[in-house]
Structures are given as C-alpha cells and as structure tokens.
Nanobody
Framework: QVQLVESGGGLVQPGGSLRLSCEASGFNLDDYHIGWFRQAPGKEREGISCMKMRGGFTYYADSIKGRFTVSRDNAKNTVYLEMNALQPEDTAIYYC????????????WGQGTQVTVSS
C-alpha cells in the first residue's frame, strides 16, 4: 500500500522546537521530490519547502527560512522537518507530499499533523 504517514506534531511554547516525520511505504522516497505544506485556520494551504529527489536542492519559503530544516533518512524511507524558534504564527496542520520528477502535481499526501505554538 502506497502511503505517507506523518508524526511528531503537538503543542509547544513560543521559541520551542519540534521535529515532524514523514515515513513512506510502498515507494522509495528518494525517487521523489518531497514537499512540506501547512494550513492555518482560515488560511490557504502554504507550500513551505521542497526537497528535490536524490540529494538535490531544498527550497525553503521565506516564512521559515533559517528556522526550519528538511532532512532525509533513506534507510528509514523517512523525511524530517526540524522546526526551531517556533512562533504562534507557525500554528497549522502540516502535511508532507511526494511527486515524481517531471510532474508538477503531488501524487501522495500524508494525513497531516497538528502543530500548535502557544504559551
């Protein structure tokens, strides 16, 4: 079964950190571009990162640049989103998604994980 399963969300105080995991099954994550998205209440979904396949370039949106880092563990078929210096405006449901090279549309999506930044 092809799926992406996310984990690691939760409640954190401003300035804190969280690490989200996105584990793939049924396909090899390294053969896909991996995107991270988030959707805050009442707002449109925002693309915040894209890691190119096979060790390629990683793009970060300005809103997270310097605070969030994406990494990949091929042995675990898992991609991580390390989030530091979290602020209340980072509160959202976070999603990972995968698309093959040469395709603009993300084909596989995780179920989403809630991140809440609040004191």
């Amino acid at each position: 079964q092809v799926q992406l399963v996310e984990s690691g969300g939760g409640l954190v105080q401003p300035g804190g950190s969280l690490r989200l995991s996105c584990e793939a099954s049924g396909f090899n994550l390294d053969d896909y571009h991996i995107g991270w998205f988030r959707q805050a209440p009442g707002k449109e979904r925002e693309g915040i990162s894209c890691m190119k396949m096979r060790g390629g370039f990683t793009y970060y949106a300005d809103s997270i640049k310097g605070r969030f880092t994406v990494s990949r563990d091929n042995a675990k078929n898992t991609v991580y989103l390390e989030m530091n210096a979290l602020q209340p405006e980072d509160t959202a449901i976070y999603y990972c998604a995968a698309r093959p090279g040469g395709v603009d549309t993300y084909q596989f999506w995780g179920q989403g994980t809630q991140v809440t930044v609040s004191s």
